[in-house]
């Protein structure tokens, strides 16, 4: 290989390395319980709430603090409040993202629901 050539790899991989990206995927659903909300017997109290959870990984690689599902629904129950209600979460999605910046990625674990309440017919 000609020195052109290794100095030509390496500024793309300085590029490629300086830039970042963002991935994101999909969790796999948890339990899920089935209701019949095609009827009249609810009505949504907040739509799309979320709850976020995020972490911390030198050089993308080296985990600092991972983010973690159970702190995100967490953080989601702490928004809606819904104790002693009778209401639930519906349409539940589970999301998770990764931003590379130089130095570090912060990786991040986002859950949305709507919030209903159940009503007497």
Same mark, same amino acid.
């Given at each position: 290989?000609?020195?052109?050539?290794?100095?030509?790899?390496?500024?793309?991989?300085?590029?490629?390395?300086?830039?970042?990206?963002?991935?994101?995927?999909?969790?796999?659903?948890?339990? &899920?319980? =089935?209701?019949?909300?095609? =009827?009249?017997?609810?009505?949504?109290?907040?739509?799309?709430?979320?709850?976020?959870?995020?972490?911390?990984?030198?050089?993308?690689?080296?985990?600092?603090?991972?983010?973690?599902?159970?702190?995100?629904?967490?953080?989601?129950?702490?928004?809606?409040?819904?104790?002693?209600?009778?209401?639930?979460?519906?349409?539940?999605? =589970?999301?998770?993202?990764?931003?590379?910046?130089?130095?570090?990625?912060?990786?991040?674990?986002?859950?949305?629901?709507?919030?209903? &309440?159940?009503?007497?017919?």
């Amino acid at each position: 290989m000609s020195i052109r050539t290794i100095t030509h790899l390496m500024i793309i991989s300085l590029f490629l390395f300086v830039t970042g990206c963002v991935s994101s995927g999909s969790l796999p659903v948890g339990s &899920e319980t =089935k209701t019949d909300l095609s =009827k009249s017997n609810y009505k949504v109290i907040k739509a799309n709430a979320r709850g976020t959870d995020k972490g911390f990984w030198l050089l993308g690689i080296i985990p600092f603090a991972s983010p973690n599902y159970a702190n995100a629904m967490k953080d989601l129950h702490t928004q809606v409040d819904i104790e002693g209600k009778s209401a639930a979460l519906a349409n539940i999605t =589970k999301d998770k993202s990764t931003l590379y910046l130089i130095l570090f990625s912060v990786p991040k674990i986002i859950v949305t629901a709507d919030v209903i &309440e159940f009503i007497d017919e």
